[in-house]
């Protein structure tokens, strides 16, 4: 099995205990394991756009976006001496990609999970130590601070999402979904 979160190996279901959200007592021995189908919601639409690395290109994307109406609420570059991906999360991912494809650029959609965690220290920590050795690898992960003092969001981009939900959702993390996220 590849990851403790992964009950039977049955994705993309979350493993759940015979009772749980029931109000019913599980048995204390040979609990029984259900599946419980884990929400798309929980889910975060991510564009990636692709571009060449030289001046001006990200400032052509704010602008293509914000003639276009589209809200942007995170980004992270990532890049090498050749090109860069720039990830954006946005208040209308469609309208989005119609403007920047309308203006040449590669656009991808990628699913990823943010999750809300108290803006003080020692918060990041507890958040990795709920998914460290449950078998998930965590390709990257930026951050949000949403309200200084109160909350940040850490958005991560896992190799298995419907895992990372499962094992988070375990660990009582509160996820956004994409509409907490357009929101601001």
Do not use: H, W
């Amino acid at each position: 099995m590849r990851a403790a979160c992964f009950y039977m190996g049955v994705p993309p279901a979350r493993p759940v205990l015979a009772g749980q959200g029931t109000g019913e007592q599980p048995a204390a021995s040979g609990q029984q394991l259900r599946t419980k189908k884990v929400s798309t919601s929980k889910r975060i639409t991510q564009l990636s756009v692709f571009l060449e690395n030289r001046s001006g290109r990200i400032s052509s994307i704010a602008s293509v976006l914000g003639e276009a109406g589209v809200d942007i609420r995170a980004m992270s570059l990532a890049d090498n001496s050749d090109f860069g991906i720039l990830r954006l999360i946005v208040a209308d991912n469609d309208g989005a990609i119609a403007a920047l494809k309308a203006r040449g650029f590669i656009v991808k959609r990628n699913e990823v999970v943010a999750v809300e965690i108290p803006d003080e220290a020692g918060s990041l920590a507890k958040t990795l130590d709920a998914i460290e050795g449950q078998g998930l690898n965590i390709e990257y992960l930026y951050a949000i601070i949403r309200k200084p003092g109160e909350y940040a969001v850490l958005v991560f981009r896992f190799d298995d999402v419907d895992n990372a939900i499962a094992c988070l959702d375990a660990a009582n993390i509160r996820m956004l979904s994409d509409a907490d996220i357009a929101g601001g």
